[in-house]
């Protein structure tokens, strides 16, 4: 047969679509949920409206998609693939004259529709959703900002100042009663106060001002307690120090600019070398992640075919470890190609290289295996003498467990309450699963955090070893996140995996509820819940702390962090002097 039989092509990507929306949606949600936390934060700390936090979420869904879609892809066909190689279907093809390499081609035909999408994500949706994510953030800010000051209050929601006003007009907009404790500038400690004052907002820039009448300003040096400074002023204005995740530039940067502007930086003679660097690797950066899904369609044949037990675990262990190695190997050529070591073209594209190059090494391997290549007469035989083997097996055995049926109810008693084989294996199964899903997510999150954050490690030249202990600080908090849907993932896989080998058929002929199987699970999840609290109470709240040090030193923020209470918002209490 030498026309490839399109049927059969529909039929293998109509079996790859269930896992690729599977994978999709899951590692989606997964990467996103940390974002929900912060979201839900605004909403309850920031005051701010569910329509501005839904469209956050919608802002950062397309940079997380272009991420999960390629990995989504490897995943369904590692996983069609090995279902096929399973039940011998690959071999029943062969059979008829179909080459196991052709059954590649819808794989591959699937992997460039996904590209195609993906790269039409990349090019266009994410850099206008990384730009109206920049200004929905800022926006957001000045308006809790605003919400935040109320009179009798001291708020400290603009960094290194301390604001409190005494009565507030809410009609006209005027202050009165206004102090202002102002510590950006780490050599001085200055105390403003003013009789009147109001908020100007420059649409320019979108800086917030503190504009202040018949102020007065208290200067004093640590170092020198003794130099006091004072001076008064009919008329001040101060800017409000925005925190960092809001901070201001005209000019968006390679992420939030459009492929247009990217183009034209490139090619631009008045732009500096390192911004047209910048540039370039961006715009192969958006091409290159997208192509990794045709790279993957690839290496997913041959990594499926070897499989012969068609388990969802395998096809999940061989996601994570490429996917991983993939995104690590491309943050590090893009990190390289930012500094000028290697060629842009090099460093972007390298991992999409070796993937294609680590895909045919793997097809030549598969293609020699007797398993896959065509059977001739004697496999046949001895495939069907097999088959008969197994046949009469199950007769005999079926045979002899009706012949001592009464024996066996009789001797049958209640499972025992210790562990036994069936416990240990049920744990051991979902151990696995869970472990799997804890090391995807805790790969994929630094992956797409890394990407983010790779351009501040160039250009502020941050060590590595900061930013290897900056994610190691990070995973107390990714687990904590992570752990509850972990498990519920786990759990879910594992029931599904004994329903598909129809064990939980087996188990209930054997006499054992599937409660009694489920168990050692509910212990799991217990101790899991007790791993949460010890966690959250001794590990991550420190972790949190170290962290945010550190990112403060990959972002070049040099103003520092202090978690005192005295960080914190205080008022007046109705007597009027109480703090």
């Given amino acids: 047969m030498r026309r490839f039989p399109w049927i059969v092509g529909r039929a293998v990507v109509r079996e790859a679509l269930g896992p690729f929306f599977l994978a999709a949606s899951v590692t989606t949600f997964l990467l996103v949920i940390r974002f929900l936390f912060t979201f839900a934060e605004l909403l309850v700390s920031r005051d701010a409206s569910t329509a501005d936090v839904l469209r956050l979420l919608a802002y950062s869904l397309p940079h997380v998609v272009v991420l999960t879609l390629p990995m989504s892809l490897l995943f369904s066909a590692v996983l069609t693939v090995s279902r096929w190689s399973a039940d011998s279907e690959v071999i029943a093809l062969q059979a008829c004259g179909v080459r196991a390499s052709w059954l590649m081609r819808p794989l591959f035909g699937f992997g460039v529709l996904i590209f195609a999408l993906d790269v039409a994500l990349a090019l266009w949706v994410l850099p206008e959703a990384n730009r109206r994510f920049q200004e929905t953030t800022r926006r957001m800010y000045f308006a809790a900002a ?49 009789q009147h004052g109001f908020l100007v907002e420059d649409s320019s820039t979108g800086e917030l001002w503190l504009s202040l009448r018949e102020a007065t300003v208290h200067t004093l040096r640590p170092e020198r307690p003794d130099r006091y400074q004072r001076s008064r002023n ?27 502007e990217l183009w034209s930086r490139a090619h631009s003679p008045q732009e500096s070398e390192s911004e047209r660097r910048e540039s370039w690797v961006e715009l192969h950066k958006r091409v290159a992640l997208p192509a990794a899904t045709v790279a993957f369609s690839l290496l997913g044949f041959p990594l499926g075919l070897r499989n012969r037990r ?17 995104y690590v190997l491309f943050n590090n050529g893009e990190l390289l190609a930012r500094s000028g070591k290697l060629p842009v073209m090099l460093g972007i594209w390298l991992p999409n290289l070796l993937v294609v190059a680590l895909a045919f090494a793997f097809l030549q391997v598969v293609s020699k ?14 495939l069907w003498q097999r088959l008969a083997g197994v046949w009469r097996l199950f007769r005999a055995q079926r045979n002899a467990a009706a012949a001592n049926g009464r024996a066996w109810a009789a001797q049958r008693c209640a499972p025992p309450l210790l562990l036994g084989c069936i416990d240990r ?12 899903v804890l090391v995807a997510v805790c790969g994929l ?44 993932i786990a759990f879910l896989g594992t029931a599904a995996v004994l329903e598909k080998n129809n064990e939980t058929v087996a188990l209930k002929a054997a006499g054992i509820s599937l409660a009694r199987v489920a168990l050692p699970l509910l212990g799991v999840g217990l101790a899991l819940s007790v791993t949460l609290f010890v966690l959250d109470e001794t590990v991550v709240q420190k972790a949190n702390r170290t962290s945010e040090k550190l990112e403060d030193v990959i972002k070049g923020r040099h103003g520092p962090r202090s978690y005192r209470f005295t960080d914190h918002s205080f008022l007046f209490l109705p007597d009027g002097r109480t703090v």
């Fill in 425 to 436: 294996w049920v744990l051991r199964q979902t151990m696995t699963f869970f472990l799997l």
């Fill in 310 to 326: 068609g388990g969802k675990g395998y096809g999940l262990t061989v996601s994570v470890l490429v996917v991983v190695g993939y």
């Fill in 234 to 260: 009919s008329e001040m204005r101060i800017l409000l120090q925005a925190p960092p995740s809001a901070s201001v530039t005209i000019r968006y940067g390679p992420r939030e600019s459009s492929t247009a």
């Fill in 146 to 194: 605003r919400a935040a000051l109320e009179p009798r209050v001291f708020n400290s929601a603009f960094t290194g100042q301390l604001v409190y006003v005494d009565r507030m007009h809410p009609a006209t907009g005027l202050w009165e009663g206004v102090l202002v404790f102002d510590l950006t500038d780490a050599a001085q400690e200055t105390l403003i106060t003013a």
């Fill in 445 to 488: 999150y630094i992956a797409v955090n890394f990407s983010e954050q790779v351009e501040e490690i160039q250009k502020n030249q941050v060590p590595l070893v900061v930013v290897a202990s900056f994610y190691l600080h990070l995973l107390p908090q990714i687990l904590h996140d992570t752990l509850p849907l972990a498990f519920l």
């Fill in 369 to 382: 295996s007797p398993s896959v290549r065509n059977p001739g007469p004697s496999q046949l035989v001895a």
